[in-house]
């Protein structure tokens, strides 16, 4: 008890001229809510057995915590993991467009009147995609509920049961379609729907046909599904629009860059798709977005419902949205991080890693370039990977661990034992800072 009793009041460590410095940077709320951290660790390691510490260990412990908390609350990353869309560290690689403090969000310069903040962007899409209608909401998630509460509340929309998928964790289709007051009629077996199975579904309750994307992973085998234009067709027949939830924003031939070409949004516009909605920031390559392009019978509807206020995109989006979409429709996607990034020729990454890992061994570490193999990530493209070149070093867990702790850090992928520091998603001109980092990992601590 008396060694407790010994420990100093809070306001006693606050009035201690060696936390004034710290008060004047982080503010008096934020140095006390640190003492009161300190002095609770202080009193549990003396009700532990520990002997009480004085009032400048209490100051020192407050000191580095407030310093631990004050590092970048979102920090930058070199990402060597070789997955290029990657959720965790931000999905598609930011654009960076200058954002004016002041900005004609929402104005006409010419009339000096109110305008519409979408407007511009809207513009862009319908050129980039040729369709008759667009709108942009926060993401994809929130394109699919506005759509169905839209055109779908307390009504049937179909799904084949093969496409009810859960992406990223917590996107699940069927919680989407119950959270937008839609009701979901299940088609069709996991490896194969038919025509037919849509066909026999069809009411006069049913809303819409929705087509989802498989995005996270492929299906072999015994498996059918019936092309998009047979039932677009069915659709006109009977008056049900058909949707497409595509997700990834594929808008080019992927084939280009080494990978096997899928359906573009183009062309599920071409077989007749109503609406197709995707991600801003997968592979169209920009911010997070949720994009809905379409017939002006899908779209109108979407632009007047009450939620489509609470889902506005802010307007940095708006900004690099805009700025993304200039570059595809003047035919330069390699303007773009993401594709600067995929278009790397396979020998520049190898010339690379072999620099970097000849820098580590002159160092005295043992480093090797070695052929690697990418992935676009991010729920596209599942199954699919890329050629890519990588540093692969020893001592794997722990020097991952150091990487991910340094400055700036560096996220590397484990592999068979050894570390793989895989250049696919590294832009060059981070190669010094990640050999810095890896020459940092050779000096012991
Ligand atoms: C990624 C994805 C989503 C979710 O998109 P968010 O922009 O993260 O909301 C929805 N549907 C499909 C098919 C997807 O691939």
Known sequence: MSALSRLPAVHRILDDPALASAIARHGRVATRSAVREALTAARDAVAAGAAAPDASAIVAEAAARLARAAAPAYAGVIN??????????????????????????????????????????????????????????????????????AHAAGREVIVSRGELVEIGGSFRLPEIMAAAGARLVEVGCTNRTREG???????????????????????????????????????????????????????????????????TVHDLL???????????????????AGIVVGTASAIAPLRRHPLRRALRPDKTSLVALAATLDALVAGHPEELPLYRLLGT??????????????????????????????????????????????IALPDAVGRAERLRQ?????????????????????????????????????TKT
């Not at 519409?116 to 994809?140: H, K, M, Q």
């Not at 026999?200 to 015994?222: E, K, M, P, Q, Y």
């Not at 234009?229 to 997700?247: F, H, I, N, S, T």
């Not at 700036?408 to 998603?425: F, H, K, M, S």
């Open 80 to 149: 060597a993991t070789g997955v290029l869309i990657h959720t965790n560290l931000g999905r598609a690689p930011r654009l960076q467009p200058p954002v004016s403090p002041y900005l004609t969000l929402e104005m006409d310069l010419e009339s000096g009147t109110r305008g519409e903040r979408l407007a511009p962007v809207v513009a862009r899409l319908i050129r980039a995609f040729g369709s008759e209608a667009a709108t942009v909401v926060t993401n994809n998630a929130a394109a699919l509920v506005l759509l169905l509460a």
């Open 197 to 263: 199975d849509y066909e026999a579904a069809i009411t006069d309750d049913t809303a819409a046909i929705l087509v989802v994307h498989r995005s996270n992973f492929h299906r072999a085998g015994f498996v059918e599904t019936p092309p998009l234009e047979a039932l677009v067709a069915l659709g006109r027949r009977r008056g049900v629009p058909v949707w497409v939830d595509q997700g990834s924003g594929c808008h080019l031939d992927l084939a280009a860059y080494g990978l096997q070409r899928e359906a």
């Open 270 to 288: 071409a077989a007749g798709a109503e609406a197709v909605l995707f991600s801003g920031d997968k592979l169209l390559g920009g911010p997070q």
């Open 345 to 390: 020729p396979d020998g520049e990454l190898r010339r690379r890693a072999r620099r970097i890992a000849a820098a580590v061994r002159r160092a005295g570490g043992e480093a090797q370039a070695v052929p690697s193999r990418a992935v676009l990530g991010g729920g596209t493209t599942p199954g699919q990977t890329l050629a890519s070149w990588a």
């Open 406 to 442: 340094g400055a700036p850090p560096v996220v590397a992928r484990v592999e068979d034992d050894r570390l793989l520091v895989d250049l696919r998603a590294v832009f060059p001109d981070q190669d010094r800072d990640l050999t810095r980092a890896l020459l940092a990992t050779l």
